[in-house]
């Protein structure tokens, strides 16, 4: 039995119809299993919608403004903690004040991810792409990332592991219902597409350097559990992909503390990376659902 959502209302396929259903209630259904993203009687947005989940700043914002000026039709759900001080998104808001559209969403406050997705099914009815961007390493007088492991700290392994990998998990949990097939620059995508910002540190086939055990061990957990996520929605042949994605080392304030050894022509633009990864993410195929991608394309071992 297959479900799927107009603007309003829940439409039980080839069945009864069940009107305006509370979040509650879908999260209800799709726990118990039910598809929703498939379907043909949800309202379809010329250019697609499009949400990037910790868009206040760095990756997520860059992501944010090349989704709006790549796909002159595209709408984007830009998200972030403090909306009235994402001064930048504020900015684009101005510039862009028809297709984006800036909601709170804190992820360690499961509340706001909820509401989040009932406002995107409200205004939209579907999301045909999720990025998840958020991400900490380190938080002046709250988390270092560790240089050995007398400075490992249990708060410090809690708090990356909430932003890191708890966080888009839940972020997942909730949009799922909503995620349908299409959007992309120009052109349709044949599924819709979860993008989770990882770190190649998160690998441990590739951890030779040691170090960081907050911010590696969250990366990871935050790789198995996108992992995961893809064999399932995979096995019940929803049109969904799944990718990490790696955005190299970036400018921004994430790496700011840390850039001092990174070798000459190594630390990218924010321009330069986000436009590797939506190459990625707009070519993606049911075959990439489940992959740990590099910038450059590259897969990244486990
Ligand atoms: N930059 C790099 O070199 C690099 C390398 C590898 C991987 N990555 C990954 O790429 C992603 C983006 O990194 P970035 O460099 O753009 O970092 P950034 O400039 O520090 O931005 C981090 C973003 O995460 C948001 N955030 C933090 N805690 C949050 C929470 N509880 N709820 C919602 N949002 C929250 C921040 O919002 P506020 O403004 O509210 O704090 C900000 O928008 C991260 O996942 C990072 O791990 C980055």
Avoid at 92 to 107: A, G, P, Y
Avoid at 154 to 183: C, D, F, Q, R, T
Wanted: glycine share 8%.
């Amino acid at each position: 039995m297959r479900y799927s959502f107009t603007m309003n209302t829940l439409v039980k396929t080839g069945g009864a119809w069940l009107v305006s259903p509370s979040l509650a209630a879908v999260r209800r259904m799709s726990v118990a299993g039910f598809a929703t993203s498939s379907s043909s009687s949800v309202p379809n947005w010329e250019g697609g919608v499009s949400m990037v989940q910790g868009a206040s700043r760095g990756i997520g914002l860059e992501f944010v403004r090349q989704l709006l000026e790549n796909n002159k039709k595209g709408h984007v759900v830009a998200t972030c903690r403090n909306p009235k001080e994402a001064t930048s998104l504020i900015n684009l808001k101005n510039s862009f004040s028809e297709r984006l559209f800036i909601q709170k969403l804190d992820v360690t406050d499961e509340t706001t991810i909820e509401e989040s997705a009932e406002s995107v099914r409200e205004r939209y009815g579907s999301l045909n792409l999720l990025i998840n961007a958020t991400g900490i390493l380190s938080i002046p007088g709250v988390l270092q990332p560790e240089t050995t492991l007398n400075k490992v700290e249990k708060s410090s392994l809690m708090l990356a592991y909430e932003v890191n990998a708890v966080g888009p998990i839940l972020v997942m949990k909730h949009m799922w219902p909503l995620l349908k097939a299409g959007g992309g620059n120009g052109t349709e995508r044949e599924v819709a597409v979860v993008a989770n910002l990882s770190a190649r540190v998160g690998s441990i086939g590739d951890n030779k350097l040691g170090g960081w055990h907050s911010y590696r061990a969250s990366k990871t957990a935050l790789n198995q559990l996108t992992k995961n996520v893809s064999v399932e929605l995979g096995r019940r042949k929803d049109p969904v992909v799944c990718i990490l994605l790696h955005p190299g080392t970036v400018d921004t304030d994430l790496s700011r503390p840390f850039q001092r050894n990174v070798p000459e022509g190594k630390l990218f633009t924010k321009e330069y990376s986000v436009q590797k990864l939506l190459h990625i993410i707009n070519n993606a195929k049911k075959q990439d659902n489940g992959k740990f991608f590099a910038w450059d394309g590259q897969e990244i071992p486990w």
